[in-house]
């Protein structure tokens, strides 16, 4: 999958992008973390896996957000980072 993934849209079309996430187990403390491997800006960590994946999300449509209305490019990484040893990889479509 492209790790840039804004798709082509219509006119009046909602943009969706691809957020590839990594998942960890929980820590010591129980949180889990999740972290964006083509926008590594973007990690939170949640008590389960549902609260760390909508954490998640949320900041990567902030930071895509925050990029669009800047006119910037969103800077998504050219290689995905790799996931480390016990993580979860997800493909995650959002809707901004």
């Not at 998942?23 to 990690?43: F, H, I, M, Q, T």
């Amino acid at each position: 999958m492209d790790a840039n993934p804004q798709s082509q849209k219509p006119p009046g079309e909602v943009p969706v992008y691809n957020c590839l996430v990594l998942l960890s187990p929980p820590d010591a403390e129980g949180y889990l973390a999740a972290r964006c491997s083509n926008l590594p800006e973007v990690a939170e960590r949640g008590k389960s896996r549902r609260e760390a994946l909508a954490k998640v999300v949320a900041a990567f449509k902030a930071a895509v957000a925050r990029y669009s209305a800047e006119g910037r490019a969103v800077p998504f990484a050219a290689e995905p980072l790799e996931p480390a040893p016990g993580e979860e990889q997800l493909w995650i479509a959002v809707h901004l």
